[in-house]
């Protein structure tokens, strides 16, 4: 499929012409209103300490570079949106391996630092991670995640592009980064902005409504909010990135917003996190010594800790230091007989829980023996272990004692409106 027909198909011909006009009032006729467009984003960014991850086409980069350099060094990341804006789903692995060795030279080129991708029209597949992993970029944001927050303010316009974008529920499965073979996958949340204004056409105040309810939900289940806001949408936005942002920011315990390299790279560090327990000879007590990354989150549930502790979230409190014992009889931790499936304990081990692989399920509150175990077994999963009332030791997901993460992102495409034109034609 041409990228014309492909961008007609996603938007239907009709809106892919409205906004063509659209696009011609928000871009003017050079890159400069754009420029102030990133710039008056970095200012409402940097009101509330955060940092944003912008995924960029290298065509738009190259024609943009010195611009770009300067987002950079004021702490903006930016990571590749393919070699053009094409549809990434109609490539085989070697097409994509090509386009995205060119996206390299280009990104290298520029001295534009990336580490991740996203697809355009996050459309992906296998051969898209097969590039990615040969190409050893850390992370991929492509998968859509649509959340539950519209009330009944959905439209067949927006059912349509969840289509079109293969989106997943997040009733099903979980807004949190994964390690599928060496590669981290980082969903991205929905409705973002073109959801909300093109598809939905919410007016303002319901805009901001919906990003307050998946940042509730979000929040609720310590999970990762991608926030997305394509720059070429900022100023009909910005007031509910920072109502947002605002309200991220008044949550105890924190909300950790970051850029999506830093958060690739925490989950890397502490997924090695090692956390070893001694039973002390004679006594009820278990020594526990947890060595990982500077800024690790320890929490214990329903167990008495002899050490420095903080009220966290729930029946949950937070350990300050990595050497503690615990009175306790069990393995407040999670048992796995050693026949369970290896994605069963990646996923446990990636959550930040401590696992023991055992014949012997009598030491442990909760013992898992499960030879099967899918995407669509971890919510389920997830909601038994958090709803316990046993006694659990566990790693927090996020650093600094932080309940759940939020990365504000927006993807963009170009940054003239030539290059918006040139997207059409694929080059
Ligand atoms: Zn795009």
């Known amino acids: 499929m041409n990228p014309l027909a492909i961008a007609t198909k996603g938007k239907g ?52 570079s010195t611009a770009i350099r300067q987002f950079v060094e004021r702490g903006l990341e930016f990571a590749i949106h393919g ?8 490539l085989s692995a070697d097409q994509q391996a090509a386009y995205l060795n060119r996206a390299m030279a ?42 539950d927050a519209l009330d009944g303010l959905e439209t067949p316009a927006y059912r349509h592009v969840l289509n079109f974008y ?31 204004i093109d598809r939905l056409q919410l007016p303002p105040a319901a805009r901001t409504q919906v990003w307050l309810k998946m940042l509730q939900q979000i929040y609720e289940l310590g999970e990762l909010f991608t926030v997305g806001l394509h720059p070429e949408r900022f100023d009909l936005l910005a007031e509910p990135l920072a109502a947002t942002l605002a309200q991220a920011r008044t949550l105890a315990p924190a909300v950790w917003i970051a850029r999506l390299d830093e958060i690739a790279a925490w989950w890397c560090n502490r997924t090695e996190t090692n956390v070893t327990l001694t039973a002390l000879p004679g006594q009820e007590e278990v020594q526990v010594a947890v060595a990982g990354p500077v800024g690790l989150t320890i929490l214990a549930r329903r167990l008495i800790v002899n050490g420095p502790t903080a009220p966290w979230s729930g ?29 069963l304990h990646e996923f446990l081990r ?48 996020w650093p600094d004692g ?20 040139l997207r059409f034609l694929g080059s």
Request: aromatic letters at 10%.
């Open 106 to 147: 280009a990104f290298g080129q520029s001295q534009t630092p990336f580490n991740g991708f996203r697809c355009p029209y996050l459309r992906w597949n296998e051969g898209t991670l097969i590039a990615l992993r040969q190409h050893g970029l850390l992370y991929d944001s492509s998968q859509g995640l649509a959340w």
């Open 83 to 90: 070699f053009t804006h094409i549809d990434h789903s109609q």
């Open 402 to 421: 932080a309940r759940a993460a939020l990365n504000v992102t927006g993807d963009i495409d170009a940054l003239t409106l030539w290059d918006y034109g």
């Open 350 to 397: 990636q959550q930040g829980y401590v696992i023991e692989l055992n014949e012997d399920s009598r030491p442990y509150p909760l013992y898992l023996d499960r030879l099967d175990f899918a995407p669509e077994d971890e919510r389920p999963l997830l909601a038994q272990i958090e709803n316990g009332d046993w006694p659990l030791l566990r790693l927090g997901r």
């Open 13 to 64: 011909l009709k809106n892919a012409l409205r906004r063509g006009q659209v696009i011609t009032q928000r871009y003017g006729m050079t890159s400069h209103k754009m420029d102030q467009t990133l710039e008056r984003f970095v200012c409402l960014l940097q009101t509330y300490q955060a940092s944003a991850t912008f995924p960029i086409t290298a065509v738009a980069l190259q024609r943009n």
């Open 166 to 196: 293969g989106a997943q529920p997040a009733q099903r499965y979980p807004a949190l980064p994964r390690f599928e073979q060496g590669l981290l996958r980082i969903p991205y949340c929905l409705p973002d902005d073109e959801g909300l």
């Open 315 to 343: 029946a949950y409190e937070r350990v300050l230091v990595e050497n503690f014992t615990l009175t306790t009889s069990l393995r407040p931790v999670i048992g796995l007989s050693p026949r369970s499936a290896p994605s």
